[in-house]
């Protein structure tokens, strides 16, 4: 599976659109984006996955570059419960696999 | 509907004890994952069984680690003689098939003093 870069933290201002951006420069055309996090002391929780379009659901929406180099993790209105660590993977979606974890971005809301 | 549950949540040991973590998946989900994380790290794989057949333990740390499905539902993680260096929380995920998503239990927070 492919690597991908994060950054190690970002606050936000609750209220507003928490933006996490997550680098994949080596992705492979069979490999989708996928997103978890991590509340504290709980397990990891999906949020959505993508292959080249944008994709949105209840929790939040991923924009995938045209070139499928990066991404974007939108949480529209972010609570003081979307305080987590963020996992960004890239994986082969059709193959029951094992999920590489990264560190992710611990993602602050600030009150 | 009943998520991913693990039992015990908490369990302290003493170096040399063997433990015993059990999960129980989704029910129907085929696929079931172990993972351990340490202290301010993402999780890292350990195993993973297809209804009972554990198709890849390349990920348990040593042969000390053990894991089985026997019925293709309930699984069980032992680890024998423990170390203070397998300290972690351990998490079990299920998934309904190869095209599903992995939903993750709440873990079992190991402790060896």
């Known amino acids: 599976d492919a690597k991908t870069t994060q950054p190690t933290s970002m606050d936000c201002a609750e209220g507003r659109a928490a933006n996490l951006p997550c680098n994949h420069s080596?992705?492979?055309?069979?490999?989708?984006v996928y997103w978890y996090r991590q509340i504290h002391s709980q397990g990891p929780q999906y949020i959505i996955h993508?292959?080249?379009n944008n994709e949105t659901n209840e929790m939040a929406s991923l924009i995938i570059t045209e070139d499928r180099k990066s991404s974007t993790l939108i949480l529209p209105h972010a609570t003081l419960r979307d305080t987590a660590v963020y996992y960004c993977?890239?994986?082969?979606?059709?193959?029951?696999?094992?999920?590489?974890f990264g560190k992710g971005t611990r993602l602050h809301i600030l009150p | 509907g009943a998520g991913v549950s693990q039992s015990p949540r908490y369990k302290v040991a003493k170096r040399g004890q063997d433990v015993a973590l059990r999960c129980d998946p989704i029910?129907?989900?085929?696929?079931l994952f172990w993972y351990q994380q340490a202290l301010g790290q993402g999780p890292e794989f350990l195993t993973y069984?297809?209804?009972?057949?554990?198709?890849?333990k390349s990920g348990l740390p040593s042969d000390r680690f053990f894991a089985e499905r026997p019925e293709g539902s309930v699984s069980t993680l032992k680890i024998q003689r423990t170390q203070q260096e397998d300290s972690a929380v351990y998490l079990c995920?299920?998934?309904?098939?190869?095209?599903?998503?992995?939903?993750f239990g709440p873990g079992t927070r190991l402790t060896v003093l």
């Open positions: 069984f297809q209804n009972e057949a554990q198709l890849d």
């Open positions: 993977i890239v994986r082969v979606a059709a193959r029951d696999d094992k999920i590489i």
């Open positions: 029910s129907g989900h085929v696929s």
């Open positions: 995920a299920s998934s309904l098939g190869p095209l599903d998503t992995q939903y």
């Open positions: 080596t992705i492979s055309g069979n490999e989708y």
């Open positions: 993508g292959l080249k």
